[in-house]
């Protein structure tokens, strides 16, 4: 995976870049980050220095609105942590080290490096709200002038493996049931009974739900669906609806049983190469690695300027196991409407 800064022909760097020996650029707690930097001059430079910044932090902000009698107010909720910061020096001094400023003469020049990540690490995110964000930055620090920097994003993803987790093989089931109205206008009831096969999954795999609905009330149902952290009832009208949760864990190692090997699919998103960090064992399937399903977002920093090259638009990448087949409800439909009873 390489970042290529594009630097404007007129000026001394021609080019700026951040290669990484993993091609998606996903690492796990402990792995070792690997890769080169490659620094093309047409004309010899004075520095202090080439350093690369290896960062990993979390950031939150979000704002409410607040009423205190007739007066509305906005209260902003802010809050960081840092898991990871570390300078590795690849070319003259360290941030501020005394010393006379080297000059790098004219030519094309590749520095190596390698850094092991700290552990534990959570797992890199992003949202609307905040972002777990990993990232490497190469700055070329010119002394009374305009630093030249680059930056490339990496992901990390923990492992959780399903094999490790009690319950994780074991079958979930609820049920419950709801009556409309009251007093003289109570009808039948509307009940609902579910079950999972198990309760661990992975990103890919379907889950198959059995279930049984009974209405017994005079109402039409409107429709029964299936989400991903409930099943729901609604009948028409308003404030009637049934819901029955069942908590399931999404880990990024199948259990050895429940998913068999197979080829993953072909889509220029996905990538296999990384796959070994995620299945530790021969009998595991490989899996693939998907970005996010939110989409890239851009991640210029506070600290970044124009001239910061390199990542712009990122996403995270997560491990995928692909079934070859999309969740179906019973009669092929993603969602059905059920008839009046």
Same mark, same amino acid.
């Not at 190596?112 to 490497?136: D, Q, V």
């Given at each position: ?5 594009a ?5 001394k760097?021609?080019? %700026? ?7 998606e650029?996903?690492?796990s707690?402990y792995?070792?980050v ?15 220095? /080439?350093?690369l ?8 902000? @979000? ?10 107010y ?5 809050a960081n942590? $840092? ?7 690849? %070319?003259?001094?360290?941030?501020g080290?005394?010393?006379d400023?080297p ?5 094309s020049?590749?520095y =190596?490096?390698?850094?092991?990540? =700290? ?15 990993? @990232?490497?930055k190469g700055?070329?620090?010119?002394? @009374?002038?305009?630093n030249? $920097?680059?930056?490339?994003? %990496? ?10 987790? =009690? ?14 109205c ?20 992975v990103?890919?795999?379907?889950i198959? /739900?059995?279930a049984?609905? /009974? ?5 039409r149902? @409107?429709?029964?669906r299936?989400?991903?952290h409930? %099943? ?12 029955? =949760?069942l908590?399931i ?6 259990l ?9 699919p ?16 021969t ?8 970005e996010?399903?939110?989409?890239k977002?851009?991640?210029k920093?506070v600290?970044d ?6 990542d712009?638009?990122?996403?995270p990448?997560y ?9 179906e409800?019973?009669t092929?439909?993603?969602e ?6």
């Open positions: 995976m390489s970042c290529h800064a630097f404007p022909t007129i000026g760097l021609k080019t %700026f870049t951040i290669t990484l020996d993993n091609p650029g996903v690492y707690p792995d070792d690997k890769g080169h930097v490659k620094v093309e001059l047409k004309d010899k430079m004075k520095m202090r220095g /080439i350093r910044h290896f960062y990993g932090g979390a950031e939150v902000e @979000w704002k409410e609105l607040k009423k205190v009698g007739d007066q509305t906005t209260e902003y909720y802010r942590e $840092t898991y990871l910061n570390f300078e590795m020096v690849l %070319f003259g001094k360290a941030s080290q005394g010393g400023n000059t790098l003469p004219a030519g020049y590749t =190596p490096f390698r850094h092991r990540l =700290p552990g534990p690490l959570p797992s890199s995110f992003e949202s609307y709200a905040g972002k777990i964000r990993y @990232w490497i700055t070329i620090d010119k002394p @009374w002038k305009f030249h $920097t680059t930056k490339k994003v %990496f992901t990390v993803a923990d492992k959780l493996d399903l094999n490790d987790r =009690p319950g994780t093989r074991k079958a979930s089931r609820g049920e419950d049931e709801i009556n409309l009251c007093l003289w206008c109570k009808s039948g009831p509307i009940s609902c009974k579910f079950e999972l096969d198990r309760s661990g999954y990103p890919g795999e379907s198959p /739900i059995k049984e609905i /009974i209405n017994h009330s005079n109402r149902m @409107w429709r029964s299936a989400e991903l409930m %099943f729901c009832v609604v009948p028409v009208g308003p404030a009637y609806q049934l819901e029955i =949760p908590k864990i999404i880990g990024t190692i199948p050895r049983e429940s998913v068999p090997p197979r080829q993953g072909s889509q220029s998103h996905l990538h296999q190469e990384r796959a070994q960090a995620f299945a530790p064992s009998s595991q399937p490989t899996p693939t690695y998907a996010s399903t939110f989409g977002v851009n991640i920093d600290d300027t124009e001239y910061t090259k390199g712009t638009d990122y996403a990448m491990a995928y196991y692909n079934e070859g087949s999309t969740a409800s019973a092929g439909d993603k059905t409407s059920a008839p009046p009873q």
